[in-house]
């Protein structure tokens, strides 16, 4: 029998998870994933115990399952690896490696604070006003060119616009949700981006998601991936991340956040997850965070159950309320994330 981690009833499609791990350490019975309905999921690990290499099995999981279109944003650019060739079933995927958004994916109050701009401020006034009334970067600019304002409150505007312009993230033709909502998994890939550019990205598609499931122009239900979630709950992108976890279950919106600083990511984030998948963690400011929301049928804490090999987790399941040990299976792609080795270096010449 395999037991499905989010949900307590038969039938829909699921994804191989990994097995039970029995206490002397060998392998036990399978467990998967529920695919059907929308979750709110939190991976966390510490470095090299396998947080992002899980984050790539649901990924793989996702992409072959019907009826869900997935997103993965890949800050660190490992997870372009999900389109090579695959072991057993195909995983179909495609790899987006210089993604952009609509500037009208921003709210003006998120337009100033990527741009370092208090609202109150004369130079982010004249930026929030000229955000609410323009819908490409070009309208944005003619705005703030024609506002009746001081000559050098308007240059402090455009210049801070013209630093956005530079990232070049921002276009009228960004992704759309029908650019996201076909089979296979989509991966983003912002490893080139600084932070301000790579959380606008996320926002963006995180935004456009959400309301294209409310306004009910896709069919397939979203997932949206993030590594490294902690970078994007820090930016302008936790805005939409937020409304997924609040309300994303109504429109069938589902967020898998990975991050090995569960600490570093807001209360809200592992409060609102249904399933936590939890790799070994030590620092004690991590482990509090877990600690904080560990339910009340979790009768052991995290630190007394957390796993000490790579691979290993503990799952925490609200749905049917249990706890389970186990080990996440093998990727059937390359994983892209391990750390080079300076004894990988072979060559004798320099």
């Not at 979630?229 to 279950?249: E, N, S």
Request: with cysteine.
């Amino acid at each position: 029998m395999t037991f499905v981690i989010g949900r307590d009833r038969e039938d829909g499609p699921t994804g191989t998870l990994g097995t039970y791990r029995a206490r002397d350490g060998s392998e036990g019975a399978p467990l998967s994933l529920d695919l059907d309905g929308p979750h709110a999921a939190l991976i966390v690990g510490k470095r090299g115990y396998g947080k992002s290499y899980t984050l790539g099995v649901v990924a793989e999981e996702l992409a072959r399952a019907p009826g869900v279109a997935p997103t993965i944003v890949d800050p660190m650019g490992v997870f372009a690896t999900l389109a090579k060739s695959a072991d057993g079933k195909p995983v179909p995927a495609t790899v987006l490696d210089s993604p952009t958004v609509s500037p009208s994916a921003l709210d003006p109050r998120s337009w100033c604070a990527l741009l370092g701009l208090s609202p109150e401020s004369a130079a982010g006034a004249l930026l929030w006003q000229a955000t609410a009334d323009a819908s490409t970067l070009e309208g944005i600019r003619e705005r703030l060119e024609a506002a009746d304002a001081p000559a050098t409150d308007r240059r402090a505007a455009r210049n801070h616009l013209d630093l956005a312009a530079s990232w070049g993230v921002f276009d009228p033709a960004g992704l759309t949700a029908t650019d996201l909502a076909g089979p296979g998994v989509t991966v983003v890939d912002v490893s080139g981006l600084a932070d301000a550019p790579m959380n606008a990205v996320a926002r963006g598609i995180g935004e456009t998601l959400y309301r294209a499931r409310i306004d009910g122009t896709i069919g397939r239900l979203p997932w949206l991936l993030l590594d490294e979630a902690h970078t994007f709950f820090d930016g302008v992108a936790q805005p939409a991340l937020r409304t997924i976890l609040t309300r994303g279950r109504a429109p069938g919106v589902s967020l898998v956040a990975a991050t090995q600083r569960p600490s570093a990511v807001p209360d809200v984030a592992v409060s609102q997850s249904d399933v936590v998948i939890s790799h070994r963690l030590t620092a004690r400011a991590d482990l509090e965070a877990l600690e904080r929301a560990r339910p009340s049928y979790m009768n052991a804490s995290l630190a007394e159950r957390t796993p000490t090999e790579p691979g290993d987790v503990v799952i925490v399941d609200d749905a049917t309320e249990t706890v389970h040990a186990a080990t996440v299976r093998r990727r059937d792609t390359p994983h892209g994330g391990s750390s080079p080795r300076a004894s990988d270096w072979t060559s004798q010449d320099g």
